[in-house]
């Protein structure tokens, strides 16, 4: 893209975020601010968020802009506005760079994602705001000494919401996680939504005025959250808990429901730390939903995969063997010594193949359980490394990878030496396979107490999505179309380079190629 092209798109973007961020900044002012500038409403926080962390943070002018013009407008002084507005900006800025440092995802389908977000950006980030607006309203003697308090609560509360109710509306919509299609699910979803703003009106609305009776308590809400998260996944939540905090908002400031009192910003006080609740609550369910359908979705694939799998070799096995057999037993045409050779060569490849496999079956329990015991003993890994190497000589040559062996300084420490192997085994035939036709590199050094293994290979390389769970246990990121394996080889290699102390990275880049290093301490 040009130059000129990216800084419209930047000034497009930058204009977009600043009308959405004033907007909503403005709507939640109206509704009773603590101080006039400390709302329990401000959405605007989780528009940043989700603004920043996706489409970069050049976009702050906007979030800077925005905040300064809305407090400017609702009579706050320059200098005072201009600090809130910094405050805003950095709240943005920290929130988005912690995030990205936490390798969060949008697609929040894991529990991990859904923690990062509360603590690093609804918690954390949020605070930034609140302690410099409120020390600005405060040296501009808009706050008095005996308020700080509670126009603290208020703001670090009303940027939290944003955070927790917008921002993950924005980042599901974003990265669209797969819907799971069930026969029931537009007819579901309906009833669903039908059935959340019907409760949602009945407890924060003045629905049935005259029913004195009617039960209207907010934790009649929850069951129908944790419906929409068990049965949508973070659709699910997300809307839900949007749906339910706009009507709940309006609600309360209109003056119904269960949180009303005298002073409009105490009703919001009680009802947002009870909407925190709730959309942490949901996500965090959604999330571990998502978790649960991977992990099923990942069991069935496996069966399918280990059924295949270990079928292939053993079909072709058998037919070999017979094929063989029948040819020795017609003795007017004896192989000659060549054709057995080579046809012992091939049973002995599809053995190896089995064997690797069923091994890393019989693995995945000890693995799980951590039973495994390390039998350590002295190895040189520079040894270790070219055996591996001679076993894979037939597979390499087959492949056509060129292997580069470099190795320099003390290799030797105390590991086990079958564990060893295997990582090293499973490094290898991983750069064989997904690197064919392509040299492959293995280096070998020292870093002070630690001893480095590098494989190198030039193939099809690794997604940066994909990057971290492929270390994970029945994980993959090729299809199983076009390569076979049961996605247990790096969550292995991992285990086993764990239980020595060690370590492994990964650097990765899509049709580049892929090194992984290994780092063990003697
Ligand atoms: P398997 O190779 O049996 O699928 P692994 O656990 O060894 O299982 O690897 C997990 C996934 O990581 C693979 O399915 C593949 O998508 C990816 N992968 C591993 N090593 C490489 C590599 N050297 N190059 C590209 N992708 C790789």
Redesign the pocket.
């Known amino acids: 893209m040009g130059a000129g092209k990216r800084g419209t798109k930047l000034l497009l973007g930058c204009a977009l975020l600043f009308v959405a961020y004033f907007g909503t900044a403005h709507l939640g002012l109206f509704l009773g601010a603590v101080a006039g500038f400390a709302t329990l409403v401000w959405p605007p926080t989780g528009i940043a968020l989700a603004a920043l962390y996706l489409y970069g943070f050049s976009l702050w002018p906007a979030v800077f802009a925005g905040a300064l013009l809305v407090n400017l407008v609702h009579g706050a002084p320059l200098v005072v506005a201009s600090a809130i507005a910094c405050g805003n900006a950095l709240e943005a800025v920290v929130g988005a760079w912690l995030l990205r440092r936490m390798r969060f995802q949008p697609l929040l389908d894991r529990v991990l994602d859904v923690v990062v977000l509360i603590f690093a950006a609804a918690v954390g980030s949020t605070a930034l705001s609140a302690f410099i607006g409120v020390g600005s309203l405060r040296l501009g003697g808009i706050v008095q000494p005996a308020d700080v308090g509670q126009t603290l609560r208020a703001w670090w509360i009303g940027d939290a919401l944003g955070d927790l109710v917008v921002a993950p509306l924005l980042f599901v919509f974003w990265a669209r996680p797969p819907v799971r299609r069930l026969p029931a699910t537009v007819t579901e979803a309906l009833f669903l939504a039908c059935a959340l703003v019907g409760f949602a009106l009945l407890v924060f609305g003045n629905l049935f005025p005259g029913w004195i009776t009617l039960y209207r308590h907010p934790y009649l809400l929850f069951p129908l959250l944790a419906w929409a998260a068990l049965r949508f996944g973070q659709y699910g939540a997300a809307i839900s808990v949007f749906l339910v905090s706009t009507i709940a908002t309006a609600g309360t400031a209109m003056g119904f429901g269960p949180f009303v009192q005298p002073i409009l910003a105490d009703s919001l006080l009680g009802l947002q730390a009870f909407m925190s609740v709730a959309a942490a609550t949901a996500l965090v369910l959604g999330a571990a939903i998502a978790e649960r359908n991977r992990a099923v979705d990942a069991r069935d694939e496996f069966l399918y995969i280990a059924s295949h799998e270990l079928r292939t070799p053993l079909t072709a096995l058998s037919l070999h063997v017979q094929n063989l057999l029948h040819r020795l037993q017609r003795s007017e045409v004896v192989p000659s010594r060549e054709q057995t050779l080579e046809s012992m060569e091939t049973a002995n490849r599809l053995l190896f193949r089995m064997a690797k496999l069923i091994g ?1 079956l019989l693995e995945v329990s000890r693995v799980a359980t951590g039973t495994f015991q390390l039998q350590r003993e002295e190895i040189d890994l520079a040894s270790s490394v070219r055996e591996s190497l001679a076993r894979f000589e037939g597979q390499l040559a087959t492949a056509g990878c060129r292997v580069e062996l470099q190795s320099e300084g003390k290799l030797t420490g105390r590991w086990d030496p079958l564990r060893l192997d295997q990582v090293i085994d ?2 290898i ?3 064989v ?3 064919a036709g392509k040299p492959v590199e293995v280096q070998l050094s020292e870093n002070g107490e630690r001893v480095v293994l590098e ?1 190198r ?1 030039h ?4 997604n940066p999505a ?1 990057q971290r769970r ?2 994970e246990r029945f ?4 299809s199983r179309r076009r ?11 991992r285990k086993v380079i764990e239980a020595h102390g060690g370590t492994i990275q990964l650097v ?1 880049a899509p049709g580049l ?2 090194t ?1 290093r290994v780092e063990l301490p003697r």
């Open positions: 890393e499973n490094l035939s991983n750069a396979k997904y690197g494989v290979d193939g099809i390389g690794i994909d492929v270390f994980e993959r990121a090729v390569f076979g394996g049961f996605g247990l080889g790096l969550w292995i290699t990765s190629g892929s992984f």
